[in-house]
């Protein structure tokens, strides 16, 4: 098991979920197996193309979290943001 670090704008983010999304959100990130991220065996995530160790993560069909891996006993969820909240940004870069 590993410890869970909310960064500042993952917890800001996570005030406006709702209970239920919370709760799945917890449970993602306690199923998540380090070793499969780092090995590109996760099905649910994937490597960012960063500088950074940072990790792409679906948590469910809306719902998404960028998270980084501090070390084999932590991880750290950056940001959260909902699918339209990605694809609005996205069409803003163009």
Known sequence: MY???????ALIASDSLSTE???YLTQVLNNLDISSIENGLAGNIERMDTEE???FLKVDSDLRAIIQINSPEEIEVMDLFTKGRLKYFSKSKK
Do not use: A, D, G, N
């Open 53 to 55: 160790p940072l990790y």
């Open 21 to 23: 999304e919370k709760s």
């Open 3 to 9: 410890k869970v670090i909310m960064h500042r704008r």
